[in-house]
Protein backbone atom coordinates (compact mmCIF):
# COMPACT_ATOMS: atom_id res chain seq x y z
CA UNK A 1 0.00 0.00 0.00
CA UNK A 2 2.79 2.03 1.12
CA UNK A 3 4.33 1.97 -2.51
CA UNK A 4 1.63 1.97 -3.99
CA UNK A 5 1.05 5.32 -2.92
CA UNK A 6 4.75 6.79 -3.40
CA UNK A 7 4.16 5.41 -7.09
CA UNK A 8 0.75 7.85 -7.08
CA UNK A 9 2.76 10.81 -5.67
CA UNK A 10 5.80 10.36 -7.98
CA UNK A 11 3.34 9.97 -11.40
CA UNK A 12 1.31 13.44 -9.72
CA UNK A 13 4.53 15.49 -9.58
CA UNK A 14 5.87 14.42 -13.02
CA UNK A 15 2.46 15.11 -13.87
CA UNK A 16 2.53 18.48 -12.55
CA UNK A 17 5.87 19.29 -13.61
CA UNK A 18 5.12 18.91 -17.07
CA UNK A 19 2.33 21.27 -16.55
CA UNK A 20 4.82 23.94 -15.98
CA UNK A 21 6.70 23.85 -19.16
CA UNK A 22 10.34 23.14 -19.82
CA UNK A 23 11.16 26.59 -17.91
CA UNK A 24 10.89 25.31 -15.44
CA UNK A 25 12.90 22.35 -15.67
CA UNK A 26 16.02 23.73 -16.25
CA UNK A 27 17.38 27.43 -17.11
CA UNK A 28 16.73 28.86 -20.83
CA UNK A 29 19.49 28.53 -23.24
CA UNK A 30 20.15 31.37 -24.95
CA UNK A 31 20.74 30.19 -28.95
CA UNK A 32 21.32 32.86 -31.57
CA UNK A 33 23.59 32.67 -34.56
CA UNK A 34 25.71 35.40 -35.80
CA UNK A 35 23.65 36.04 -39.21
CA UNK A 36 20.42 36.00 -37.23
CA UNK A 37 21.80 38.61 -34.66
CA UNK A 38 22.81 40.78 -37.55
CA UNK A 39 19.58 40.55 -38.97
CA UNK A 40 18.04 41.91 -35.56
CA UNK A 41 20.20 44.61 -35.37
CA UNK A 42 19.80 45.62 -38.55
CA UNK A 43 15.86 46.06 -37.74
CA UNK A 44 16.67 48.83 -35.33
CA UNK A 45 19.73 50.37 -37.79
CA UNK A 46 18.81 49.87 -41.22
CA UNK A 47 21.60 49.69 -43.63
CA UNK A 48 19.83 52.26 -46.04
CA UNK A 49 19.98 54.92 -43.29
CA UNK A 50 23.64 54.98 -43.61
CA UNK A 51 25.82 56.63 -45.81
CA UNK A 52 26.78 55.25 -48.92
CA UNK A 53 30.45 55.19 -48.75
CA UNK A 54 29.98 53.51 -44.92
CA UNK A 55 29.94 49.62 -44.12
CA UNK A 56 27.31 48.45 -42.37
CA UNK A 57 26.69 44.80 -40.55
CA UNK A 58 28.86 41.75 -40.50
CA UNK A 59 32.28 42.68 -42.15
CA UNK A 60 34.47 39.83 -40.95
CA UNK A 61 32.82 36.40 -39.63
CA UNK A 62 30.67 33.30 -40.46
CA UNK A 63 27.08 34.02 -40.28
CA UNK A 64 26.11 30.49 -39.35
CA UNK A 65 28.04 30.12 -36.18
CA UNK A 66 26.55 30.13 -32.87
CA UNK A 67 27.21 33.36 -30.73
CA UNK A 68 28.55 32.60 -26.94
CA UNK A 69 29.07 35.90 -25.93
CA UNK A 70 28.70 39.49 -27.24
CA UNK A 71 31.51 42.19 -26.83
CA UNK A 72 30.52 46.12 -27.74
CA UNK A 73 33.32 48.80 -28.27
CA UNK A 74 33.35 52.04 -30.01
CA UNK A 75 36.22 50.94 -32.68
CA UNK A 76 37.15 47.34 -33.86
CA UNK A 77 41.36 47.63 -32.72
CA UNK A 78 43.14 44.82 -33.12
CA UNK A 79 43.63 45.43 -29.11
CA UNK A 80 39.72 45.26 -28.65
CA UNK A 81 39.23 41.86 -30.71
CA UNK A 82 41.94 40.89 -28.41
CA UNK A 83 39.84 41.77 -25.32
CA UNK A 84 36.40 40.24 -26.76
CA UNK A 85 37.96 37.11 -27.61
CA UNK A 86 39.84 36.94 -23.73
CA UNK A 87 36.15 37.29 -22.34
CA UNK A 88 34.89 34.71 -24.07
CA UNK A 89 33.24 36.74 -26.86
CA UNK A 90 33.14 35.53 -30.37
CA UNK A 91 31.40 38.80 -31.69
CA UNK A 92 32.61 42.32 -31.61
CA UNK A 93 29.97 45.02 -32.36
CA UNK A 94 30.94 48.49 -32.64
CA UNK A 95 30.08 52.07 -33.81
CA UNK A 96 33.11 52.47 -35.81
CA UNK A 97 34.09 50.24 -38.91
CA UNK A 98 37.26 47.53 -38.92
CA UNK A 99 38.00 49.19 -42.97
CA UNK A 100 36.04 51.62 -45.63
CA UNK A 101 38.44 50.89 -48.20
CA UNK A 102 39.75 47.23 -48.83
CA UNK A 103 42.55 46.36 -46.95
CA UNK A 104 45.75 46.28 -49.08
CA UNK A 105 47.57 43.32 -46.98
CA UNK A 106 46.80 41.35 -43.64
CA UNK A 107 49.34 40.39 -40.93
CA UNK A 108 49.32 39.79 -37.37
CA UNK A 109 50.21 43.32 -36.68
CA UNK A 110 49.26 45.39 -33.40
CA UNK A 111 47.66 48.05 -35.47
CA UNK A 112 46.26 49.06 -38.78
CA UNK A 113 48.65 51.43 -38.98
CA UNK A 114 51.48 48.19 -39.36
CA UNK A 115 49.32 46.49 -41.94
CA UNK A 116 45.57 47.64 -42.85
CA UNK A 117 44.02 44.29 -42.45
CA UNK A 118 45.66 43.86 -38.95
CA UNK A 119 41.83 44.15 -37.68
CA UNK A 120 40.68 41.48 -39.88
CA UNK A 121 43.66 38.85 -39.18
CA UNK A 122 43.31 39.47 -35.49
CA UNK A 123 39.49 38.85 -35.99
CA UNK A 124 39.74 35.70 -37.70
CA UNK A 125 42.64 34.74 -35.89
CA UNK A 126 40.74 34.69 -32.73
CA UNK A 127 37.56 33.30 -34.31
CA UNK A 128 35.82 37.07 -33.62
CA UNK A 129 33.13 38.44 -36.10
CA UNK A 130 33.31 41.91 -36.62
CA UNK A 131 30.32 43.70 -37.28
CA UNK A 132 29.35 47.79 -36.99
CA UNK A 133 26.25 50.25 -37.34
CA UNK A 134 28.18 53.51 -37.49
CA UNK A 135 26.22 56.07 -39.84
CA UNK A 136 23.18 54.08 -39.42
CA UNK A 137 23.77 54.58 -35.44
CA UNK A 138 24.49 57.76 -35.78
CA UNK A 139 21.40 59.04 -37.40
CA UNK A 140 19.04 56.55 -35.27
CA UNK A 141 16.36 57.89 -32.98
CA UNK A 142 17.74 55.87 -29.98
CA UNK A 143 20.87 57.98 -30.42
CA UNK A 144 19.07 61.58 -31.26
CA UNK A 145 18.26 61.96 -27.45
CA UNK A 146 21.48 60.83 -26.06
CA UNK A 147 23.88 63.75 -26.04
CA UNK A 148 20.70 66.54 -25.61
CA UNK A 149 20.23 63.56 -22.81
CA UNK A 150 23.43 64.08 -20.86
CA UNK A 151 23.72 68.02 -21.26
CA UNK A 152 20.03 68.37 -19.48
CA UNK A 153 19.05 69.65 -22.67
CA UNK A 154 15.62 69.39 -23.92
CA UNK A 155 15.57 67.72 -27.48
CA UNK A 156 12.45 69.46 -29.94
CA UNK A 157 12.19 65.92 -31.83
CA UNK A 158 13.68 68.51 -34.78
CA UNK A 159 16.94 67.56 -36.76
CA UNK A 160 19.09 70.06 -38.42
CA UNK A 161 19.64 67.84 -41.25
CA UNK A 162 17.17 65.45 -41.06
CA UNK A 163 16.66 61.76 -42.84
CA UNK A 164 15.51 61.67 -46.25
CA UNK A 165 11.69 60.35 -45.79
CA UNK A 166 11.54 59.99 -42.10
CA UNK A 167 10.74 62.54 -39.02
CA UNK A 168 12.43 60.50 -36.47
CA UNK A 169 15.81 60.62 -37.66
CA UNK A 170 18.35 62.89 -39.09
CA UNK A 171 21.86 64.56 -37.79
CA UNK A 172 22.34 67.76 -35.65
CA UNK A 173 19.40 67.18 -32.46
CA UNK A 174 17.59 70.83 -32.55
CA UNK A 175 17.58 71.39 -28.74
CA UNK A 176 16.39 74.06 -26.14
CA UNK A 177 19.02 75.21 -23.45
CA UNK A 178 16.68 75.55 -20.38
CA UNK A 179 17.50 79.34 -18.69
CA UNK A 180 19.78 79.64 -15.37
CA UNK A 181 16.67 81.15 -13.32
CA UNK A 182 15.44 83.95 -15.20
CA UNK A 183 17.79 84.47 -17.26
CA UNK A 184 19.72 82.58 -20.45
CA UNK A 185 22.06 80.26 -20.06
CA UNK A 186 25.83 81.23 -21.33
CA UNK A 187 28.12 79.46 -22.89
CA UNK A 188 30.68 79.28 -20.50
CA UNK A 189 28.51 77.80 -18.46
CA UNK A 190 26.84 75.59 -21.03
CA UNK A 191 30.96 74.62 -21.49
CA UNK A 192 31.44 74.22 -17.96
CA UNK A 193 28.67 71.75 -18.15
CA UNK A 194 29.85 69.80 -20.72
CA UNK A 195 33.21 69.35 -18.77
CA UNK A 196 31.58 67.82 -15.67
CA UNK A 197 29.53 65.34 -18.07
CA UNK A 198 32.25 63.63 -20.05
CA UNK A 199 35.39 64.46 -17.52
CA UNK A 200 36.98 66.29 -20.40
CA UNK A 201 37.46 70.55 -21.14
CA UNK A 202 36.41 70.89 -24.42
CA UNK A 203 37.38 73.33 -27.53
CA UNK A 204 35.38 76.79 -27.45
CA UNK A 205 34.82 79.16 -29.93
CA UNK A 206 32.71 82.19 -29.64
CA UNK A 207 31.98 84.41 -26.17
CA UNK A 208 31.93 83.21 -22.90
CA UNK A 209 29.17 85.51 -21.82
CA UNK A 210 27.20 84.48 -25.33
CA UNK A 211 23.88 83.85 -24.35
CA UNK A 212 22.55 80.45 -25.57
CA UNK A 213 18.97 79.19 -25.92
CA UNK A 214 19.10 76.70 -28.92
CA UNK A 215 22.14 73.85 -29.41
CA UNK A 216 22.46 71.90 -32.02
CA UNK A 217 24.68 68.92 -31.29
CA UNK A 218 26.32 66.11 -33.26
CA UNK A 219 28.05 62.85 -32.31
CA UNK A 220 31.62 62.65 -33.92
CA UNK A 221 32.14 64.76 -36.92
CA UNK A 222 29.93 67.69 -37.80
CA UNK A 223 30.66 67.80 -41.24
CA UNK A 224 28.17 69.96 -43.05
CA UNK A 225 25.81 70.30 -39.79
CA UNK A 226 27.81 73.37 -39.08
CA UNK A 227 26.48 75.81 -41.88
CA UNK A 228 22.92 74.05 -41.30
CA UNK A 229 23.11 74.61 -37.40
CA UNK A 230 24.33 78.50 -38.59
CA UNK A 231 21.16 78.48 -41.21
CA UNK A 232 18.28 77.18 -38.75
CA UNK A 233 19.49 80.08 -36.25
CA UNK A 234 21.08 78.06 -33.58
CA UNK A 235 23.25 79.86 -30.78
CA UNK A 236 25.60 76.59 -30.17
CA UNK A 237 26.77 73.77 -32.16
CA UNK A 238 27.93 71.15 -29.70
CA UNK A 239 29.87 68.47 -31.51
CA UNK A 240 32.68 65.78 -31.07
CA UNK A 241 34.77 67.02 -33.50
CA UNK A 242 34.99 69.98 -36.48
CA UNK A 243 37.57 71.41 -38.33
CA UNK A 244 39.28 74.11 -36.98
CA UNK A 245 38.90 76.93 -39.90
CA UNK A 246 35.37 75.76 -40.03
CA UNK A 247 35.02 76.44 -36.75
CA UNK A 248 36.67 79.79 -36.56
CA UNK A 249 34.36 81.09 -39.55
CA UNK A 250 31.34 79.47 -37.96
CA UNK A 251 31.91 81.22 -35.20
CA UNK A 252 32.99 84.72 -36.13
CA UNK A 253 29.33 84.38 -38.31
CA UNK A 254 27.70 83.99 -34.67
CA UNK A 255 27.31 80.04 -33.84
CA UNK A 256 29.05 79.11 -31.06
CA UNK A 257 31.29 75.63 -31.15
CA UNK A 258 31.83 73.33 -28.33
CA UNK A 259 33.95 70.60 -29.12
CA UNK A 260 33.94 67.68 -27.13
CA UNK A 261 36.04 65.18 -28.76
CA UNK A 262 34.95 62.32 -31.28
CA UNK A 263 35.65 59.41 -28.92
CA UNK A 264 34.10 61.80 -25.64
CA UNK A 265 30.97 62.42 -28.27
CA UNK A 266 30.81 58.61 -29.04
CA UNK A 267 31.72 56.68 -26.26
CA UNK A 268 28.58 56.56 -24.68
CA UNK A 269 27.03 55.18 -27.83
CA UNK A 270 28.45 51.60 -26.83
CA UNK A 271 25.46 52.04 -24.06
CA UNK A 272 22.72 52.13 -27.09
CA UNK A 273 24.66 49.06 -28.62
CA UNK A 274 24.22 47.05 -25.80
CA UNK A 275 20.33 48.00 -25.39
CA UNK A 276 20.12 47.03 -28.77
CA UNK A 277 21.49 43.63 -28.31
CA UNK A 278 19.60 42.68 -24.89
CA UNK A 279 16.29 43.64 -27.07
CA UNK A 280 17.47 41.77 -29.71
CA UNK A 281 17.52 38.46 -26.99
CA UNK A 282 20.98 38.34 -26.39
CA UNK A 283 20.68 37.95 -22.61
CA UNK A 284 22.43 40.97 -20.61
CA UNK A 285 25.17 38.48 -18.83
CA UNK A 286 26.48 37.73 -22.44
CA UNK A 287 27.13 41.10 -23.09
CA UNK A 288 30.85 42.87 -22.31
CA UNK A 289 31.47 46.51 -22.61
CA UNK A 290 34.98 46.84 -23.61
CA UNK A 291 36.60 50.33 -22.45
CA UNK A 292 38.30 52.87 -24.51
CA UNK A 293 38.19 55.70 -22.70
CA UNK A 294 41.54 55.98 -22.26
CA UNK A 295 43.08 55.88 -25.73
CA UNK A 296 44.01 59.41 -25.31
CA UNK A 297 44.29 61.90 -22.24
CA UNK A 298 45.04 65.76 -20.91
CA UNK A 299 47.59 66.77 -19.48
CA UNK A 300 47.13 69.39 -16.63
CA UNK A 301 48.19 72.68 -17.32
CA UNK A 302 51.22 73.62 -14.39
CA UNK A 303 53.74 75.95 -14.39
CA UNK A 304 57.16 75.20 -15.07
Known amino acids: MGLFNKGERSAAKSEALSK ?12 MTVGALEEALLKEFPAEDAESWDRTGLTVGERALPVTKVAVALDPTVKAIGEAAAAGANVLVTHHPAF ?75 SEVPANDDAPETLARLAARCTAVFGRSPRVWGDPDKPVRTAVTATGSAGPTGKV ?26 LAVIELGHDASELPLTAVLAEALCKAGVPENAVVVIDQSDNWWHPEAVRV
Request: with cysteine; hydrophobic share 50%; proline share 5%.
Open 229 to 254: ALAAGADVLICGEVKYHEALDLSQAG
Open 100 to 174: LAAPDNFAPEASVALSSGAGVWAAIRHQVALMDFHTALDVSPQVARVLPGMLGLRFTGRFAEPLAGSRRKGYGQI
Open 20 to 31: RGASALAPRVFS
